[in-house]
């Protein structure tokens, strides 16, 4: 059973910067196209940021030239990072592959607000 474990998460100001981590338990990580995904309260879950595995990434316009996804194969993770953070950005922080799901994990809080 795969197990995703994200991390980072926090309160932080407007304007301010996060950077999210997401451990995953699987082998090999290497071959697998990983996204980012966030909930808020009230609100379905989004696709945010992905990465397809050739040197290609993908943002949603709400945070496009604002975050950064990467991954470190080697160490199976997959980073987020955030910066220019405005209080529609609060949201619980979800990391997973593109299709068939692999058990969602615990996911990690962010909370832009001063």
């Known amino acids: 059973q795969v197990q995703l474990v994200e991390s980072g998460g926090g309160l932080v100001q407007p304007g301010g910067s996060l950077r999210l981590s997401c451990a995953a338990s699987t082998s090999p990580f290497s071959i697998e196209p990983m996204g980012w995904y966030r909930q808020a309260p009230g609100k379905h879950r989004e696709l945010v940021a992905h990465?397809?595995?050739?040197?290609?990434?993908n943002y949603a316009d709400s945070v496009k030239d604002r975050f950064t996804i990467s991954r470190d194969d080697a160490k199976k993770s997959l980073y987020l990072q955030m910066d220019s953070l405005k209080p529609e950005d609060t949201a619980v922080y979800y990391c997973n592959r593109l299709s068939r799901y692999w058990p969602w994990g615990q996911g990690t809080q962010v909370t832009v607000s001063s």
């Open positions: 990465d397809t595995l050739r040197g290609i990434t």
